[in-house]
T-cell receptor
Framework: ETGVTQTPRHLVMGMTNKKSLKCEQHLGHNAMYWYKQSAKKPLELMFVYSLEERVENNSVPSRFSPECPNSSHLFLHLHTLQPEDSALYLC???????????????FGPGTRLTVL | AQSVTQPDIHITVSEGASLELRCNYSYGATPYLFWYVQSPGQGLQLLLKYFSGDTLVQGIKGFEAEFKRSQSSFNLRKPSVHWSDAAEYFCAVPFSGAGSYQLTFGKGTKLSVIP
C-alpha cells in the first residue's frame, strides 16, 4: 500500500448504528486530518492531529469521535448520525506536523457515507 | 477572515482547447496558494503551489497558475486540455487556526471535457 488509504470506501448506516472509518498513511507523516465534503459546500476541516495529539476540533458534533492511536492511523467513530451527515469523508496527512503553511496535504480516496 | 472564491461552478471545454479556472482570495498579507484536483471517486491531489518569488508557477500535468496581487487572483491555466483533465478543481489558502495551519478551500470548479 502506498500513500493514504481509507476503509471502507462506501458505508450505509442507520441513525442508531455505530460504525468507524479508518485511515492509514504510509508516508511517514506526523499530522493527520479529517475533512467532510458535502455537495455544493466547500471542504470542511473536522479534526487535526499533530504528533498524535488533537490540535483542532472545528465545532464538530460529539456524534463524531476521532481517535489517533499512532502517527500512521486515524479513526473516525460514528454514532447516532443524522441524514445530513451523509457526505464524503476525506482523510489527509502532511509532514512536519500541522505547524507550517508550506505543508502539502496528501489525501485518501474518501469514504462515501450514507445515513438512512 | 480568509476566504477563497471560485466564481465558476461548472465549465465545459472541448478537448484541445485552452482552459482558465478562476480563483480569488481574501487575505491580509501575501498568501500561500494551492490548487488541488479531484478526479471522480478519488481524493484530492496537489497540482501546484505558490509561496513566494516568481508569480507564474508550473505544476504537474501541464498546468500553470499566475499570482496577481493587484487582482487578488491565482488563476489556473492549461494551454491544451485533455479528456483526462475532466475533474473538479479546488483553490485553497492556508491560515493559522488555534493550534495549526488549516486549509480554506473554495467550493470548486467542475471541468467537463467534450471529445
Amino acid at each position: 500500500e502506498t500513500g493514504v488509504t481509507q476503509t471502507p470506501r462506501h458505508l450505509v448506516m442507520g441513525m442508531t448504528n455505530k460504525k468507524s472509518l479508518k485511515c492509514e498513511q504510509h508516508l511517514g507523516h506526523n499530522a493527520m486530518y479529517w475533512y467532510k465534503q458535502s455537495a455544493k459546500k466547500p471542504l470542511e476541516l473536522m479534526f487535526v492531529y499533530s504528533l498524535e495529539e488533537r490540535v483542532e476540533n472545528n465545532s464538530v458534533p460529539s456524534r463524531f469521535s476521532p481517535e489517533c492511536p499512532n502517527s500512521s492511523h486515524l479513526f473516525l467513530h460514528l454514532h447516532t448520525l443524522q441524514p445530513e451527515d451523509s457526505a464524503l469523508y476525506l482523510c489527509a496527512s502532511s509532514q512536519d506536523g500541522a505547524v507550517s503553511p508550506y505543508n502539502e496535504q496528501f489525501f485518501g480516496p474518501g469514504t462515501r457515507l450514507t445515513v438512512l | 477572515a480568509q476566504s477563497v472564491t471560485q466564481p465558476d461552478i461548472h465549465i465545459t471545454v472541448s478537448e484541445g482547447a485552452s482552459l482558465e479556472l478562476r480563483c480569488n482570495y481574501s487575505y491580509g498579507a501575501t498568501p500561500y496558494l494551492f490548487w488541488y484536483v479531484q478526479s471522480p471517486g478519488q481524493g484530492l491531489q496537489l497540482l501546484l503551489k505558490y509561496f513566494s518569488g516568481d508569480t507564474l508557477v508550473q505544476g504537474i500535468k501541464g498546468f500553470e497558475a499566475e499570482f496577481k496581487r493587484s487582482q487578488s487572483s491565482f488563476n489556473l491555466r492549461k494551454p491544451s486540455v485533455h479528456w483526462s483533465d475532466a475533474a473538479e478543481y479546488f483553490c485553497a489558502v492556508p491560515f493559522s487556526g488555534a493550534g495549526s495551519y488549516q486549509l480554506t478551500f473554495g467550493k470548486g470548479t467542475k471541468l467537463s471535457v467534450i471529445p
